[in-house]
């Protein structure tokens, strides 16, 4: 059974261009289905990515660029998914 290839861009059309995403817009990115569970994920500390506030800005921030990496590493094909041991 052949494997799908997600390249970069795949991940990119659902990323913000902006360097940092809000808590909606990471909610979604990480499959929250609201922006409240994902708050209860952070405060549980069940999240994938760090996430944090800026002074003078109210919410919660993550870094594109780590959910990006986190997308990545977890649509990369594992050996246990190939059949391969």
């Known amino acids: 059974m052949g494997q799908i290839k997600h390249r970069p861009s795949d991940i990119d059309r659902y990323l ?8 909606p ?8 289905k609201t922006a409240s569970a994902l708050t ?4 549980a500390g069940r999240l994938p990515v760090p996430m944090f506030t ?4 109210r919410g919660w921030f993550a870094s594109t ?8 590493s977890t649509l990369q ?3 246990e998914d190939s ?3």
Request: charged content about 30%; cysteine-free; overall charge positive.
């Open 65 to 72: 660029e780590r959910v990006r990496a986190w997308l990545e």
């Open 77 to 79: 094909p594992r050996k």
């Open 83 to 85: 059949g391969m041991t």
């Open 25 to 32: 817009e990471t909610a979604k990115a990480l499959g929250f």
């Open 40 to 43: 209860k994920a952070r405060q």
């Open 54 to 57: 800026l002074p003078g800005r």
């Open 16 to 23: 913000p261009g902006s360097p940092l995403m809000t808590s």
